[in-house]
């Protein structure tokens, strides 16, 4: 063994001391449940005596399971066009605010992440409920006679899910957009450049990384929240985290509800690995 390889050896079994611990709670936390889910997922009964493919077989063939599957991805796709509507004005806002300000401002974007999301889901209920504020104000001020369905509806349910989401979005964006150089604000406009060109030519895709990021974030969290969307949609609206629920606790069919929960897993790590495939193509080509 060289003298180099031996420097190098006490390095790296520092650093396997370091992973270990991750490593032993990623592996009884995260891939251990997903490799049973897997495993149960494999089998046509309940009692897991014989194995096939038949359970992926059968969600894939059927029309109403894609249904199932097309709608809940459409719904991470308008709660994130939406989130990201609302939180990169608020993100920029931030980042261009005095200190004072900024300081107001993180509270209230950190605020509803000390709040439970079955909470704030409860608290949708009464925004939108038929005797709630939005339709007792509307009625006060003459503009319906009588309150709308606001509730258990689609749009109810991403208008909840981009509210509850929003934080997700946000951070990361701030996060970005404090780590652009100030004076390149200053350099645009020494070359003749308004605020306008200066934000769309400069900031807008040095920010790109974040709102990936936040993008990604909210997605994968609103596609697989169960709580806001069974509680706002009312159980009229069919998901897959409810679908899972219906065929596990209600069907008692673990095998199937075992593989619709592979198969969403799959789509939102497919979708992610394609994104973040199409930011490095967009990079590459933007640095050649």
């Not at 194995?51 to 029309?63: E, N, V």
């Not at 796709?77 to 608020?90: A, S």
């Not at 509680?231 to 673990?254: D, E, R, S, T």
Request: aromatic share 10%.
């Amino acid at each position: 063994m060289t003298r180099s390889a031996r420097s190098t050896l006490p390095g790296l079994l520092k650093n396997w001391q370091l992973v270990l611990p991750l490593a032993v709670f990623f592996t009884a936390f995260v891939f251990g449940p997903l490799a049973l889910l897997g495993y149960v997922s494999l089998h046509t009964d309940v009692s897991l005596e014989q194995a096939s493919l038949g359970q992926y077989t059968k969600f894939l063939t059927d029309g109403f399971n894609l249904g199932v599957l097309g709608a809940t991805l459409w719904l991470g796709l308008k709660v994130t066009l939406l989130t990201l509507l609302i939180g990169y004005p608020l993100a920029y806002l931030y980042s261009v605010s005095p200190p004072r300000w900024q300081k107001l401002l993180i509270l209230l974007i950190v605020l509803p992440l000390l709040t439970s999301a079955v909470v704030r889901t409860f608290a949708w209920l009464v925004i939108l409920g038929r005797q709630g504020i939005v339709n007792e104000s509307l009625v006060a001020l003459g503009l319906l006679e009588m309150p709308a369905k606001l509730l258990f509806t689609p749009t109810a349910v991403v208008v909840a899910l981009a509210q509850i989401e929003l934080p997700l979005m946000v951070l990361p964006i701030i996060t970005v957009l404090a780590g652009i150089d100030p004076n390149l604000r200053q350099a645009s406009a020494s070359l003749g450049a308004g605020s306008w060109r200066t934000f769309l030519q400069v900031i807008l895709p040095l920010s790109a990384p974040g709102v990936l990021a936040g993008c990604l974030l909210v997605y994968a969290s609103s596609v697989s929240a169960f709580v806001t969307q069974t509680l706002v949609g009312g159980g009229q609206q069919m998901f897959m985290p409810f679908y899972i629920y219906q065929q596990a606790i209600q069907a008692n069919n673990y095998p199937f509800a075992a593989a619709i929960a592979m198969i969403l897993l799959a789509s939102v790590l497919a979708i992610v690995v394609m994104v973040n495939l199409l930011a490095r193509r967009m990079r590459g080509v933007a640095h050649g």
